[in-house]
């Protein structure tokens, strides 16, 4: 089971990046899949999350109405699309797998964790 997360980069503010996450190993189209980050000198928090079939998903008050979680289950990948980017979104970004087909906030519901994407947003 891999993930691969890709999509980040340098960006002002105010701009928009959309990150992607691959899962290979075996298909995921049971599981939430969820996007964390953690930003320098702090814990990894929750980003948002989409449930197996993409329908239900929940986000982060931080991010609610500016990121967008989806997902296309026939190419096994994720994806976070990020408008009005703010200095404070910085971070790396991570797609874990959630042990379960319904969306959850909590960190230790997810697995299977990427080595992140980096996304600095410059102000």
């Known amino acids: 089971v891999q993930l691969q997360a890709s999509g980040g980069g340098l960006v002002q503010a105010g701009g928009s990046l959309r990150l992607s996450c691959a899962a290979s190993?075996?298909?995921?189209?049971?599981?939430?899949m969820g996007w964390f980050r953690r930003a320098p000198g702090k814990e990894r928090e929750f980003v948002a999350a989409?449930?197996?079939?993409?329908?239900?998903?929940s986000y982060a008050d931080s991010v609610k109405g500016r990121f967008t979680i989806s997902r296309d289950n026939a190419l096994n990948t994720v994806y976070l699309q990020m408008n009005s980017l703010k200095p404070e979104d910085t971070a790396v970004y991570y797609c874990?797998?959630?042990?379960?087909?319904?969306?959850?906030?909590?960190?230790?519901?997810?697995?299977?964790w990427g080595q992140g994407t980096l996304v600095t947003v410059s102000s």
């Open positions: 874990g797998i959630r042990r379960g087909a319904d969306v959850s906030s909590a960190e230790t519901d997810f697995g299977s």
């Open positions: 989409a449930s197996w079939s993409g329908v239900s998903t």
């Open positions: 190993g075996r298909t995921f189209s049971s599981n939430a």
